[in-house]
């Protein structure tokens, strides 16, 4: 029997095939309640959009998929997918970044394998071909993010490193919106629509496991997504921040996205982080959620967020 073929996804053609497989991996379907606890069991067609995506994320509805491949194509990723005999078996997405101080990586988004498929080389297969696109992109080395025991394992039988503790920090922001006060930051507010990628030489802190050209298409598009899972929340804001010479950019959301600007900013990220939260209040964020990598762990405890959990960060070299 021939092995699969890798090839690039056809938009137009997959979407169906790749929710299919995707859905694959899920176990159960049930609703979700309001407050995002767990309902009563359901099958995939009886849930919203929203509840499909509480499932799992983007891939587990057409809509949403169809709009995250579109993201993953402005922010420049590739999706690839095995199959075997027509069939859509497995699929890796990655994205590269290229233009940022952090030249040279690329890291998978996403990948998954059909059950009826696993540990059969399929993972195996897809990842040696989004390293040899990346290397004949430039890329010095592949990083992925691992959330449980049985991807580490996977990804350490194809000799990723753990290289970080991709940490996951938050904050209750509860509502004394007037005490806070920052003085000397000029905060100028920004339009996505002029901007389609991040400031050139600026560097990405806080959810820079993601490449900043893929925060940012997502960050442009969120709103979208929530007009399309019928969400009524506030979609992320941009602001620029400036301070003397220093300068950030930033989202008021409920997630941390900070980019700075070349010059040394040590100082400044602790008063950006303040400025972030007093903008995220403003259009009604009540928890702040940021990524971060343990060098920033001291920062972000000393604005009063507080550790949640932990991933794995596992990189090759190329
Ligand atoms: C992780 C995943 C993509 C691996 O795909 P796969 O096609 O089964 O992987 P391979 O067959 O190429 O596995 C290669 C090696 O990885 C290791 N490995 C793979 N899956 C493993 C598991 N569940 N537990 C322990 N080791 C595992 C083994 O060493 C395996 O070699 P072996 O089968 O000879 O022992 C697949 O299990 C999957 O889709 N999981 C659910 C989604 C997911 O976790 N995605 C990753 C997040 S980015």
Redesign the pocket.
């Known amino acids: 029997m021939t092995g699969p073929t890798i090839e690039a996804v056809n938009p137009e053609t997959d979407i169906e095939a790749l929710v299919s497989l995707n859905c694959r ?1 899920i176990a159960e379907w049930h609703h979700y309640t309001k407050d995002g606890t767990r309902g009563a069991p359901s099958t995939w067609k009886e849930l919203s959009t929203w509840e499909r995506w509480r499932h799992g994320g983007p891939w587990l509805d057409f809509n949403l998929l169809s709009l995250h491949l579109r993201i993953l194509e402005e922010a420049g990723g590739t999706v690839l997918v095995a199959r075997q005999k027509g069939e859509i078996i ?1 699929e890796l997405e990655v994205v590269y970044d290229m233009g940022s101080p952090e030249r040279g990586r690329a890291h ?8 009826a ?11 040696k071909h989004a390293r040899e696109l990346a290397t004949n992109l430039g890329c010095q080395y592949v990083t ?8 580490y ?6 000799n990723f490193q753990k290289m970080n503790r991709l940490l996951f920090f938050s904050k209750e922001l509860g509502n004394e919106t007037a005490s806070m006060r920052i003085d000397d930051v000029q905060m100028l507010p920004l339009e996505w629509k002029q901007r389609p990628r991040p400031p050139l030489g600026f560097k990405l802190v806080f959810g820079n496991n993601y490449t900043p050209s893929y925060t940012w298409a997502y960050l442009r598009h969120m709103g979208k997504l929530y007009e399309l899972m019928d969400l009524d929340k506030p979609s992320p804001k941009l602001w620029l921040l400036r301070q003397k010479e220093t300068e950030a950019v930033t989202v008021a959301h409920n997630f941390v996205r900070l980019w700075h600007s070349p010059q040394d900013a040590s100082d400044f990220l602790a008063t950006a982080l303040r400025v972030t939260e007093k903008l995220s209040r403003r259009i009604g964020v009540s928890q702040l959620n940021a990524y971060s990598f343990p060098s920033h762990q001291r920062l972000l405890e000393a604005v009063g967020f507080t550790l949640q959990g932990e991933e794995a960060y596992l990189s090759i070299p190329l």
């Open positions: 991996e497995g998978i988004v996403w990948m998954v394998v059909d059950p498929w696993q540990r059969k080389g399929v993972g195996t297969l897809l990842v992925v993010s691992s959330q449980d025991q049985d991807s394992s996977f990804y350490k039988s194809l």
